[in-house]
Structure formats: C-alpha cells, structure tokens
C-alpha cells in the first residue's frame, strides 16, 4: 500500500499521528473542511484546518484484533496467524 502511494504520489498529502476531530462538508467549495489534532504530543496538540476533496476513514479497527472462538484453536499444532498482526518474518 505504501508503494502504490509512493508511486502516485499520494504519500505526500497523508497525515500521520492525526486525530480527525470534525469533518463538515462544505456544500458551496465542495470540499471537505477537515480539524485535526497531532496526537504525538499528547502535552501540546496541534490543531489543524485543512480542506479535502476526499476524505478516507482509516481508523485503525484492527487495532483491537482478537482470535476467533473456535473449539480446539489452541491444540493447533501449526503457526497462529492474524491478518490484523501478521507475522512479517513468517
């Protein structure tokens, strides 16, 4: 995912450790006005306004993976895997 934004030079306008805080659409410029605050410095957040055409939730919900509940999961003799925390040395 990372290459292909590279590539089109999409890495250039994505925002890291920012918290979303509001999102209005504004109707008349057809953008979205988007407040957003820093969340690596817990102390002394950033508040910014930007404007965006397109807007993508990226909220992170694998964040909070668990296996799933199947009878004898644990008498598996093979590797344990989860797409939400893949394994890159496997």
């Given at each position: 995912?990372?290459?292909?934004?590279?590539?089109?030079?999409?890495?250039?306008?994505?925002?890291?450790?920012?918290?979303?805080?509001?999102?209005?659409?504004?109707?008349?410029?057809?953008?979205?006005?988007?407040?957003?605050?820093?969340?690596?410095?817990?102390?002394?957040?950033?508040?910014?306004?930007?404007?965006a055409?397109?807007?993508?939730?990226?909220?992170?919900?694998?964040?909070?993976?668990?296996?799933?509940?199947?009878?004898?999961i644990?008498?598996?003799?093979?590797?344990?895997?989860?797409?939400?925390?893949?394994?890159?040395?496997?």
């Amino acid at each position: 995912m990372q290459g292909v934004a590279r590539r089109y030079g999409i890495d250039k306008k994505v925002k890291y450790n920012m918290k979303v805080i509001g999102a209005t659409w504004n109707d008349e410029d057809g953008v979205w006005v988007v407040k957003s605050q820093q969340t690596s410095d817990e102390d002394h957040p950033l508040i910014q306004g930007t404007t965006a055409e397109v807007v993508i939730n990226a909220v992170g919900i694998l964040n909070n993976w668990k296996r799933p509940d199947i009878d004898g999961i644990h008498d598996f003799k093979g590797k344990l895997l989860h797409s939400a925390n893949w394994d890159n040395n496997w």
